[in-house]
């Protein structure tokens, strides 16, 4: 019996993993790779030749591209403040994270609030006498701004995520090491880059690769700022299976997801390798 404990706590969590995710990628998978009982390629060349497909997936790349960098760098700021205050740390913590609480498509309602045409930037701008009838700043005419609206709603909301985790990074390195590079003449941008970046790996890589995934995974906040005019890849999934009901290309587009989500994965992990000697 002791020797079978372990296997037994383990017993749910893995149940849940295997009904929960395992079955369910299965069955996507098979759907992707099978039409009309037969199995076949037709749903992902018919995904492929879809005029939205290009456009959708490099939409997903310039967002992901765009936004997880910014966050990254706003993250490591903002944890680094937290750290070093000695009051108040927790008061700012919680106003740095009060975007966690708030939904994917709350954000996008609430920034779409701003950029809409009866808005709060159009009322701004026509009080203070800028404009002298509203502007339609989400209309197709105006990609850019649909974009610009987009990285602004996904790094207000989602960088507390990366800088949870980071703070909880910096809080495991010993403070020694940063004294001691002080005592040799280190200035304060030395002992980031050299002492603490190096020090933070683990934790950066477990905060890039979930901003990753989540940043290919982006839908509620495009369709509420763009609908479809700003096509990306969780968007058309959500298209072709319910409103085209084509199941086996959504899943197609499901599989695309996965397949880039891994292959970044595996880039962050090569670039952020940390050798077990070097873990604290």
């Known amino acids: 019996m ?17 009904v929960f995710f395992l079955y369910p990628f299965v069955n996507v998978a098979w ?3 099978t039409r009309g009982g037969e199995m076949t390629l037709a749903n992902y060349q018919r995904m492929a030749s879809h005029w939205k497909f290009p456009t959708a997936f490099w939409n997903t790349l310039l967002l992901a591209g765009i936004v997880v960098p910014i966050q990254l760098a706003m993250a490591l700021t903002m944890a680094s403040i937290v750290t070093k205050l000695q009051k108040g740390r ?3 913590l919680y106003i740095f994270a009060i975007p966690l609480g708030i939904s994917d498509l709350a954000a ?6 701003i950029f809409e045409q009866s808005g709060f930037l159009n009322s701004m701008l026509y009080g203070l006498g800028v404009i002298e009838r509203p502007i339609l700043f989400l209309s197709y005419q105006n990609t850019w701004v649909i974009l610009l609206a987009i990285v602004l709603a996904e790094v207000w909301r989602a960088t507390a995520i990366m800088m949870v985790i980071l703070v909880a990074g910096m809080g495991l390195i010993p ?13 304060r941008w030395q002992r980031f880059t050299r002492v603490t970046l190096p020090m933070l790996k683990p934790s950066l890589q477990t905060a890039l690769i979930l901003r990753v995934i989540l940043a290919f995974e982006v839908f ?11 096509p ?8 072709w299976q319910f409103t085209m009901q084509d199941r086996g290309v959504a899943a197609a587009y499901a599989m695309v997801i996965l397949g880039i989500s891994v292959a970044f994965t595996l880039v962050i992990l090569r670039l952020l390798h940390v050798p ?3 873990r604290i």
């Open 31 to 33: 759907d992707s790779v």
């Open 220 to 230: 509620a906040v495009v369709v509420a700022l763009g609908g479809t005019q700003f």
């Open 276 to 278: 077990k000697e070097a």
């Open 108 to 113: 996008g309602l609430i920034w779409l609030a």
């Open 2 to 18: 002791p020797r079978a404990l372990p296997y037994l706590l383990l017993l749910p969590a893995t149940l849940f993993l295997v």
């Open 232 to 239: 990306v890849l969780m968007s058309e999934t959500y298209q």
């Open 175 to 187: 403070k020694e090491y940063g004294e001691a590079a002080e005592v040799f003449g280190a200035s």
């Open 90 to 92: 927790s008061t700012l």
